[in-house]
Nanobody, 127 residues
Framework: QVQLAESGGGLVQAGGSMRLSCLDS????????MGWFRQAPGKEREFVAA????????HEAASVKGRFTISRDKPKNTVYMQMNNWQPGDTAVYYC????????????????????WGRGTQVTVSS
């Protein structure tokens, strides 16, 4: 059974850093492309970053490139997103997601390719 659980959200100051974690407690997604999406109040959910099933290739949205870095620890069944230089526009609910097995990181740029979602974690940036 696929179960994705995000953690690490909360309040962060503008310019600060935070790391989100996504645990695959079902231990079934080690070769799946994984990603993060976010949804700000009143806006549609949008792609943030993804990492390939092998873990060697990343893909990030232009709005976070150079500030957010996705990684995965397969023995721990966990995907991380290190987020630096927070900006007020980053306030959102952040969702962990999984696509298809061995799919490309770029494939997660199309939300239709997401097969599994976590429940999300709220991150609020204070100025």
């Amino acid at each position: 059974q696929v179960q994705l659980a995000e953690s690490g959200g909360g309040l962060v100051q503008a310019g600060g850093s935070m790391r989100l974690s996504c645990l695959d407690s079902g231990r079934t997604l080690n070769n799946y492309v994984m990603g993060w999406f976010r949804q700000a109040p009143g806006k549609e959910r949008e792609f943030v970053a993804a990492i390939s099933g092998g873990g060697g290739i990343n893909h990030e949205a232009a709005s976070v490139k150079g500030r957010f870095t996705i990684s995965r620890d397969k023995p721990k069944n966990t995907v991380y997103m290190q987020m630096n230089n927070w900006q007020p526009g980053d306030t959102a609910v952040y969702y962990c997601a999984a696509g298809a097995v061995w799919a490309s990181a770029q494939s997660m740029g199309n939300m239709a390719n997401v097969k599994y979602w976590g429940r999300g974690t709220q991150v609020t940036v204070s100025s």
